[in-house]
């Protein structure tokens, strides 16, 4: 089972959260949103009780190492966070750009 979690939940990454969902082998554990943090925990709490939402606007505080995940799918396309989810403690990064272009990166192996 792949542990995934989200970074940005706009429309790209709710169409990837579905994707997800449904999908053999994946399990979404936390998504980090920022927003209307009210709704949307609301949202969550009824419908998906066992994923982890967080609202942390420094990607390097979340705890990718502790919830074990192992990809993060991050919808923001800002390239810098690339870095700060793998010191979180991942071990893949999917960006996923505006225009649909979707690249993949791993941390290197020490």
Same mark, same amino acid.
């Given at each position: 089972? *792949?542990?995934?979690?989200?970074?940005?939940?706009?429309?790209?990454?709710? &169409? *990837?959260?579905?994707?997800?969902?449904? #999908?053999?082998?994946?399990?979404?554990?936390?998504?980090?949103?920022?927003?209307?943090?009210?709704?949307?925990?609301?949202?969550?709490?009824?419908? %998906?009780?066992?994923?982890?939402?967080?609202?942390? !606007?420094?990607?390097?505080?979340? !705890?990718? &190492? #502790?919830?074990?995940?192992?990809?993060?799918?991050?919808? +923001?396309?800002?390239?810098?966070? *690339?870095?700060?989810?793998?010191?979180?403690?991942?071990? $893949?990064?999917?960006?996923?750009? !505006? +225009? $649909?272009?979707?690249?993949? %990166?791993?941390?290197?192996?020490?």
């Amino acid at each position: 089972m *792949i542990k995934v979690a989200m970074n940005g939940f706009g429309e790209i990454g709710k &169409d *990837i959260f579905e994707q997800l969902q449904s #999908a053999e082998g994946y399990q979404v554990r936390a998504i980090n949103f920022i927003g209307d943090k009210e709704n949307f925990y609301r949202f969550c709490k009824l419908h %998906y009780p066992d994923i982890y939402v967080f609202y942390e !606007p420094d990607i390097s505080n979340l !705890p990718w &190492d #502790a919830l074990e995940i192992d990809c993060v799918v991050d919808t +923001t396309n800002q390239q810098e966070n *690339i870095r700060k989810h793998i010191k979180a403690g991942c071990s $893949h990064v999917v960006m996923v750009e !505006p +225009t $649909h272009k979707i690249k993949c %990166y791993r941390r290197r192996r020490k």
